[in-house]
């Protein structure tokens, strides 16, 4: 079957995965996967860049090994330091906080030992406090977010919703932040950038897919041919096609840069940006599907007017003999609302002229 | 359709048209500067940025107000050190502020330290006053050869003689003179200028220094003669200070009887004394306009509450490495472009080009806010930001892919291309604005609460956000309006997108194909 014909038939109903089914597998596999980053997190623990525990940087267009640069370093004064080779022309020097005039003379120093040209020599240094003080604000603009979007959720679609967003929404971070933790990448501000951009990324798909939930819903408790579960399930693969074309166009910007930062540059603000990205769009496609609408449900199912509507379906069913695949069938993508007094006049399908009834 | 006459295609693309007229008129106004604003990380050059601190030993809270002349004072001293491009910004607000300052080059002699210097106010009394750029000659002094012009202020001394030559042979105006920010002893005698380098003086010790200032207003007399002025409260160590030298300095000819207030090392005012001041309250009177009086009860309440300056974090960036940075930002940017357009193209055939030239359009309102923006508010494009806008590549095709996709499902339910782009839109348009909505509200979070780069990819984040809603609603609904109109697409060629045939391909119970 061809990819268009399998979004015709997943918007018809006909060919349906039952993602709210069978949530407790998602919900297993999710926690494995966050087990696992608890664990990273917990007990590795994150590689936080110079910017988050202060030290500093320098980076030298050199191509002396990193055994010859660790003595000009020794010599410089500096015991204990971190050296990457960045590419073949790039050396990175890491060492822990000096002094501004400190970081001064060491820049001379270790200028005349490579045998550069000291404005040639790019420096960053960090104080320890400043690090704490970038986390908590980015700490707090978390917070602040969280409980904006769930204010804002709250009134567009509902209070049910809106947790089974954040829900999400922490479910990527995590993971997220778990990807670092076991990897040992560096987190310098461009990954936390990634990651609050993850926060956006993960609602927005999330508010995509839930609009269709909320539209394929209204009207849910006035009939009693599908239950929530299978309305809901039914949005969910009417928008799979939607969802999968996003990650597409959202992951491929994303690669270029991955390509760029890692192929050209091989370190600094791009590759930083592009990893948490890559991980978090992933996740975030991932837990709009598997985990967000689930949740949902399962929420709506503790309502009573819902679990009503539930009994209803079941006896209809149980009077008429059909299965719920059938009625979803049936219903198609009608809204509920309207399906009783049924949809606005349907056209024939045009025949074609044979010449172009041949190319298709 | 009620829904379909309501929409007036041609009435938006012409107010888009306008809207782009006006940013491109806005963006290349004559005379302006067309380039964009580049950051520090593709530019290449140092930044430094500072958390204000009280000093120590001072009690009470920082305020805006002391944060303000923190950077009134630094923007004079980086100014003064000679760079011509040098900026100085605030960013957050209270205890969370920082003070980020950029000059060009790569670790330029001595900046760290001129920044870092606790700037104070000292109230001195005028031994010796002239005019700043008129150099005496020839030299009254015993000396054959004139004293050297001094190269840094101000220039400060164990006794007044020793800094009588130097006075005398100083012209105000030299370039780097007016800098502040050096070392400033309050027992020693200072030979210095007034900040707009008009007046050059010579001080004696500090006789009321600035933590004796408890409070400064700029008042207007409710008389109304003699325009603004400022008031000065003193501690009652200052009020005896006070009252001490004005009764001295108040019987002395000009210039004896005036006082400089020196901030930084340099005078920022100085008035005389017309009359002993007993009460520890003074006022300064003179054809102050309100903002300069303004200014000065500000210096004057600095005074009372030093700033230190710490150093959190400095950078320096290697020109080479930022034109290395820029171009592969610009690399990514244009394979991701590439990459969403040929993937489109693919999957959406016609409807593709009028997503494509959706992404082309909002690319330029970009390019060309980040250019007016630069100019006007100072906006400066970085690699986070640069980061933001490919990002942004992503969401803006989604909106399309939101759309496209509605309308392929009114197709699949039966109804004709035209009516299906119009409730497709319908539809489409409030996902699309709640789900903007959401990245908006990251924007401006991050933008409000966030320090450094991270606010740079805020800002380029929100404005692809609002690009992307005008773009929709402005050009890619009408374009797709005419385009569910045209004969051509109707009949659902493969290549329109849009094609019944196969968007009912395989599926047995809407339409009825006939397979």
Same mark, same amino acid.
């Given at each position: 079957?061809?990819?268009?014909?399998?979004?015709?038939?997943?918007?018809?109903?006909?060919?349906?995965?039952?993602?709210?089914?069978?949530?407790?597998?998602?919900?297993?596999?999710?926690?494995?996967?966050?087990?696992?980053?608890?664990?990273?997190?917990?007990?590795?623990?994150?590689?936080?860049?110079?910017?988050? !525990?202060?030290?500093?940087?320098?980076?030298?267009?050199?191509?002396?090994?990193?055994? !010859?640069?660790?003595?000009?370093?020794?010599?410089?004064?500096?015991?204990?330091?971190?050296? &990457?080779?960045?590419?073949? !022309?790039?050396?990175?020097?890491?060492?822990?906080?000096?002094?501004?005039?400190?970081?001064?003379?060491?820049?001379?120093?270790?200028?005349?030992?490579?045998?550069?040209?000291?404005?040639?020599?790019?420096?960053?240094?960090?104080?320890?406090?400043?690090?704490?003080?970038?986390?908590?604000?980015?700490?707090?603009?978390?917070?602040?977010?969280?409980?904006?979007?769930?204010?804002?959720?709250?009134?567009?679609?509902?209070?049910?919703?809106?947790?089974?967003?954040?829900?999400?929404?922490?479910?990527?971070?995590?993971?997220?932040?778990?990807?670092?933790?076991?990897?040992?990448?560096?987190?310098?501000?461009?990954?936390?950038?990634?990651?609050?951009?993850?926060?956006?990324?993960?609602?927005?798909?999330?508010?995509?897919?839930?609009?269709?939930?909320?539209?394929?819903?209204?009207?849910?408790?006035?009939?009693?041919?599908?239950?929530?579960?299978?309305?809901?399930?039914?949005?969910?693969?009417?928008?799979?096609?939607?969802?999968?074309?996003?990650?597409?166009?959202?992951?491929?910007?994303?690669?270029?840069?991955?390509?760029?930062?890692?192929?050209?540059?091989?370190?600094? /603000?791009?590759?930083?940006?592009?990893?948490?990205?890559?991980?978090?769009?992933?996740?975030?496609?991932?837990?709009?599907?598997?985990?967000?609408?689930?949740?949902?449900?399962?929420?709506?199912?503790?309502?009573?007017? &819902?679990?009503?509507?539930?009994?209803?379906?079941?006896?209809?069913?149980?009077?008429?003999?059909?299965?719920?695949?059938?009625?979803?069938?049936?219903?198609?993508?009608? $809204?509920?609302?309207?399906?009783?007094? #049924?949809?606005?006049?349907?056209? #024939?399908?045009?025949?074609?002229?044979?010449?172009?009834?041949?190319?298709? | 359709?009620?829904?379909?006459?309501?929409? %007036?295609?041609?009435?938006?693309?012409?107010?888009?048209?306008?809207?782009?007229?006006?940013?491109?008129?806005?963006?290349?106004?004559?005379?302006?500067?067309?380039?964009?604003?580049?950051?520090?990380?593709?530019?290449?050059?140092?930044?430094?940025?500072?958390?204000?601190?009280?000093?120590?030993?001072?009690?009470?809270?920082?305020?805006?107000?002391?944060?303000?002349?923190?950077?009134?004072?630094?923007?004079?001293?980086?100014?003064?050190?000679?760079?011509?491009?040098?900026?100085?910004?605030?960013?957050?607000?209270?205890?969370?502020?920082?003070?980020?300052?950029?000059?060009?080059?790569?670790?330029?002699?001595?900046?760290?330290?001129?920044?870092?210097?606790?700037? %104070?106010?000292?109230?001195?009394?005028?031994?010796?006053?002239?005019?700043?750029?008129?150099?005496?000659?020839?030299?009254?002094?015993?000396?054959?050869?004139?004293?050297?012009?001094?190269?840094?202020?101000?220039?400060?001394?164990?006794?007044?003689?020793?800094?009588?030559?130097?006075?005398?042979?100083?012209?105000?105006?030299?370039?780097?003179?007016?800098?502040?920010?050096?070392?400033?002893?309050?027992?020693?005698?200072?030979? /210095?200028?007034?900040?707009?380098?008009?007046?050059?003086?010579?001080?004696?010790?500090?006789?009321?220094?600035?933590?004796?200032?408890?409070?400064?207003?700029?008042?207007?007399?409710?008389?109304?003669?003699?325009?603004?002025?400022?008031?000065?409260?003193?501690?009652?160590?200052?009020?005896?200070?006070?009252?001490?030298? $004005?009764?001295?300095?108040?019987?002395?000819?000009?210039?004896?009887?005036?006082?400089?207030?020196?901030?930084?090392?340099?005078?920022?005012?100085?008035?005389?004394?017309?009359?002993?001041?007993?009460?520890?309250?003074?006022?300064?009177?003179?054809?102050?306009?309100?903002?300069?009086?303004?200014?000065?009860?500000?210096?004057?309440?600095?005074?009372?509450?030093?700033?230190?300056?710490?150093?959190?974090?400095?950078?320096?960036?290697?020109?080479?490495?930022?034109?290395?940075?820029?171009?592969?930002?610009?690399?990514?940017?244009?394979?991701?472009?590439?990459?969403?357009?040929?993937?489109?193209?693919?999957?959406?055939?016609?409807?593709?080009?009028?997503?494509?030239?959706?992404?082309?359009?909002?690319?330029?309102?970009?390019?060309?806010?980040?250019?007016?923006?630069?100019?006007? &508010?100072?906006?400066?494009?970085?690699?986070?930001?640069?980061?933001?806008?490919?990002?942004?590549?992503?969401?803006?095709?989604?909106?399309?892919?939101?759309?496209?996709?509605?309308?392929?499902?009114?197709?699949?339910?039966?109804?004709?291309?035209?009516?299906?782009? !119009?409730?497709?839109?319908?539809?489409?348009?409030?996902?699309?604005?709640?789900?903007?909505?959401?990245?908006?509200?990251?924007?401006?979070?991050?933008?409000?609460?966030?320090?450094?780069?991270?606010?740079?990819?805020?800002?380029?984040?929100?404005?692809?956000?609002?690009?992307?809603?005008?773009?929709?609603?402005?050009?890619?609904?009408?374009?797709?309006?005419?385009?569910?109109?045209?004969?051509?697409?109707?009949?659902?060629? &493969?290549?329109?997108?849009?094609?019944?045939?196969?968007?009912?391909?395989?599926?047995?119970?809407?339409?009825?194909?006939?397979?």
């Amino acid at each position: 079957m061809k990819f268009n014909e399998v979004g015709n038939r997943l918007y018809t109903g006909e060919t349906s995965v039952d993602f709210v089914g069978r949530r407790k597998l998602w919900y297993v596999i999710s926690l494995i996967i966050i087990a696992v980053a608890s664990f990273g997190l917990f007990g590795r623990g994150l590689n936080l860049g110079i910017e988050f !525990e202060g030290g500093a940087k320098f980076n030298v267009p050199s191509t002396v090994s990193v055994e !010859e640069a660790r003595n000009i370093v020794k010599a410089a004064g500096v015991q204990t330091s971190v050296i &990457i080779a960045v590419g073949n !022309e790039r050396l990175e020097i890491q060492i822990p906080p000096l002094e501004q005039a400190e970081i001064e003379s060491f820049t001379s120093k270790i200028a005349t030992d490579f045998k550069v040209d000291p404005g040639l020599i790019t420096t960053q240094s960090v104080g320890p406090s400043w690090g704490a003080d970038i986390t908590r604000q980015a700490l707090i603009g978390l917070g602040v977010f969280i409980l904006l979007v769930i204010l804002f959720l709250t009134i567009y679609f509902e209070l049910r919703m809106a947790a089974a967003a954040i829900v999400a929404l922490l479910h990527d971070l995590l993971i997220t932040i778990g990807v670092y933790a076991i990897t040992g990448f560096e987190v310098t501000p461009a990954t936390v950038i990634g990651i609050l951009t993850i926060l956006g990324y993960s609602l927005y798909d999330t508010v995509v897919v839930f609009d269709k939930v909320k539209e394929n819903t209204r009207g849910i408790i006035a009939q009693s041919r599908l239950n929530y579960r299978e309305s809901a399930n039914l949005a969910l693969n009417q928008t799979l096609i939607r969802s999968i074309n996003t990650s597409i166009v959202a992951l491929l910007p994303v690669a270029a840069i991955l390509i760029v930062g890692v192929g050209i540059l091989q370190a600094g /603000t791009l590759k930083d940006l592009a990893l948490a990205l890559f991980v978090g769009i992933a996740a975030g496609t991932y837990s709009s599907i598997f985990i967000a609408t689930p949740f949902l449900v399962q929420l709506k199912e503790r309502q009573p007017d &819902i679990q009503a509507l539930s009994r209803r379906v079941h006896a209809r069913r149980a009077n008429a003999g059909i299965d719920g695949l059938e009625a979803m069938k049936v219903s198609g993508n009608q $809204s509920l609302a309207t399906q009783v007094s #049924q949809a606005g006049p349907r056209t #024939q399908p045009k025949r074609f002229t044979r010449s172009k009834r041949k190319k298709s | 359709m009620s829904a379909a006459n309501r929409t %007036r295609p041609g009435r938006s693309l012409i107010l888009l048209l306008l809207v782009l007229a006006a940013t491109i008129l806005w963006t290349y106004w004559p005379g302006a500067s067309h380039e964009a604003r580049l950051g520090l990380d593709l530019r290449g050059g140092t930044q430094v940025i500072l958390t204000p601190e009280l000093a120590p030993g001072t009690e009470g809270v920082l305020t805006q107000d002391q944060i303000n002349q923190t950077v009134e004072i630094i923007r004079q001293r980086v100014n003064g050190f000679g760079v011509a491009e040098a900026e100085v910004t605030v960013q957050g607000s209270g205890a969370n502020a920082a003070i980020v300052v950029t000059v060009p080059g790569v670790n330029p002699e001595g900046i760290t330290n001129l920044l870092k210097q606790t700037a %104070r106010l000292d109230f001195r009394a005028v031994l010796a006053a002239g005019s700043g750029i008129e150099i005496a000659n020839p030299s009254p002094s015993p000396s054959a050869t004139p004293a050297p012009q001094p190269t840094e202020l101000p220039v400060q001394a164990a006794t007044s003689e020793e800094l009588y030559d130097q006075y005398l042979s100083l012209n105000c105006l030299t370039p780097g003179l007016l800098q502040g920010g050096r070392a400033d002893d309050p027992t020693k005698y200072m030979l /210095t200028c007034s900040k707009d380098g008009f007046e050059k003086l010579v001080l004696s010790p500090a006789f009321i220094t600035g933590d004796q200032v408890s409070d400064s207003q700029a008042t207007l007399p409710q008389q109304g003669a003699g325009g603004w002025m400022v008031t000065l409260d003193f501690d009652s160590a200052g009020a005896t200070k006070l009252s001490e030298a $004005s009764i001295s300095l108040s019987k002395l000819p000009s210039p004896q009887n005036r006082f400089g207030i020196v901030l930084d090392g340099l005078v920022v005012s100085a008035p005389f004394f017309s009359e002993p001041i007993l009460g520890g309250k003074a006022q300064i009177e003179g054809s102050f306009k309100a903002e300069e009086a303004k200014q000065l009860a500000q210096v004057l309440r600095y005074g009372a509450l030093p700033v230190t300056l710490n150093i959190a974090e400095s950078t320096s960036i290697s020109p080479t490495l930022g034109q290395d940075q820029l171009s592969a930002g610009l690399l990514a940017g244009a394979i991701g472009l590439g990459l969403v357009v040929i993937y489109l193209l693919l999957y959406y055939r016609a409807l593709g080009f009028v997503a494509v030239f959706s992404l082309v359009l909002a690319a330029g309102f970009l390019w060309l806010l980040i250019i007016g923006l630069g100019r006007t &508010i100072g906006f400066t494009l970085t690699l986070a930001g640069i980061a933001g806008a490919i990002v942004a590549i992503g969401i803006t095709a989604d909106s399309f892919v939101v759309y496209f996709e509605r309308i392929r499902d009114e197709i699949r339910d039966g109804k004709t291309l035209r009516v299906a782009t !119009e409730l497709g839109w319908t539809r489409a348009r409030r996902t699309l604005l709640a789900a903007d909505f959401v990245s908006l509200l990251a924007a401006i979070v991050l933008y409000a609460l966030s320090v450094g780069s991270v606010r740079g990819f805020a800002f380029t984040l929100g404005l692809t956000t609002l690009i992307d809603v005008l773009v929709a609603f402005w050009f890619t609904h009408p374009l797709v309006t005419y385009f569910g109109k045209s004969k051509w697409a109707e009949n659902g060629g &493969i290549m329109t997108g849009v094609s019944r045939k196969r968007l009912t391909a395989g599926s047995t119970i809407l339409t009825g194909s006939d397979n």
